[in-house]
């Protein structure tokens, strides 16, 4: 579907649910993704699903549906109807959050010491070693090294984070990855 298109369902799609289910706009331009087309001639609604937690909305003429199960899964929970329900405030209070976090882990000693490591598992990154593992299993297995010797700079880091979960762990670990990677691409432009 051509992006004019799919701009003007965006549109209907936050229209509707303000006015349907009082959802915030921003959040549905944040965390929606257009899916496409079911059903047929008049019968056609068009699905949408949350990044996060797959659940879908059908969006028919102006109209929008939570679709409350998919599958044998139940979805649009009290706690994601709320999510969805945020208040602009309570959304740049979250970005806002999420800065910190990033700007804290690419800061942070763990990421400086092992950031070339982590960055090596990227192949779009300059300095790519061919035939590596994937970036998240790279982490990973930084992550399960460094707690096997009880590394100050992990305990320090999952203090911060407020979690051990070792997959939680990586997968803030690489998050200022992305942004490097995109910033060297950015430079290498000019």
């Not at 992006?3 to 706009?25: G, H, V, Y």
């Not at 059903?39 to 068009?46: Q, T």
């Not at 139940?74 to 405030?89: F, G, L």
């Amino acid at each position: 579907m051509n992006p004019a298109k799919t701009k003007e369902l965006f549109d209907i799609l936050r229209a509707a649910c303000a006015r349907q289910f009082a959802f915030n706009p921003r959040r549905i331009t944040a965390e929606m993704r257009y899916v496409g087309t079911q059903g047929h001639g008049k019968d056609i609604v068009h699905v949408f699903r949350d990044v996060h937690t797959h659940s879908q909305i059908v969006l028919q003429s102006t109209f929008a549906t939570l679709r409350e199960k998919h599958g044998d899964k139940p979805h649009w929970t009290e706690a994601e109807r709320a999510h969805y329900k945020s208040s602009d405030a309570e959304i740049d209070a979250e970005l806002a959050a999420k800065q910190a976090e990033l700007d804290y882990v690419a800061h942070c000693q763990l990421y400086r010491d092992h950031r070339e490591q982590l960055l090596s598992h990227y192949k779009d990154w300059p300095g790519y070693q061919l035939g590596s593992t994937s970036p998240r299993e790279a982490a990973r297995a930084l992550i399960d090294v460094l707690s096997a010797a009880n590394d100050a700079r992990l305990a320090a880091f999952a203090e911060q984070l407020h979690s051990d979960d070792p997959e939680y762990l990586a997968h803030h670990l690489l998050a200022p990855c992305r942004s490097e990677i995109d910033a060297a691409k950015g430079t290498a432009g000019h």
